[in-house]
């Protein structure tokens, strides 16, 4: 198997082993070097026959939620807003900005 190492120039660009200790800096024999390493640590599971998987649903319903919200707004502001959006779609610096508006009835 070939592997792929690189050494990194002052401009960042780099430059790759081949495996036989040629290194290259052409583009399209890069991208050709990461896609065979790639395509050789790649894992496909065989059709139709996926891993069985405990099931996550709840069996009881939640009766009741209490939500502290100091403590919610306190997780807030410690989001760090240079991160990329989560699941909700919602970036962390809206969040962020958003927690100074909760308030506590």
């Given amino acids: ?10 401009a960042g660009n780099y430059n790759l ?3 036989d200790g040629n ?3 052409d583009y399209k024999t890069k991208a050709d070097l990461l896609n065979k390493f790639f395509a050789s640590v790649y894992v496909k599971e065989p059709d139709r026959q996926l891993p069985d998987y405990e099931s996550k ?3 009881e319903q939640f009766t009741e939620i209490s939500v502290n919200v100091e403590i919610v707004k306190q997780l807030l502001l410690r989001l760090n807003w240079d991160k ?3 699941p909700d ?3 962390p610096r809206v969040l962020k900005e958003a927690a100074e508006e909760l308030q506590t009835r």
């Fill in 23 to 25: 290194l290259t800096s």
């Fill in 1 to 10: 198997m070939q592997t792929c190492s690189s050494l990194t120039s002052k």
């Fill in 84 to 86: 990329s959006m989560g």
């Fill in 89 to 91: 779609n919602c970036h």
């Fill in 57 to 59: 649903y709840l069996n």
């Fill in 17 to 19: 082993n081949d495996g």
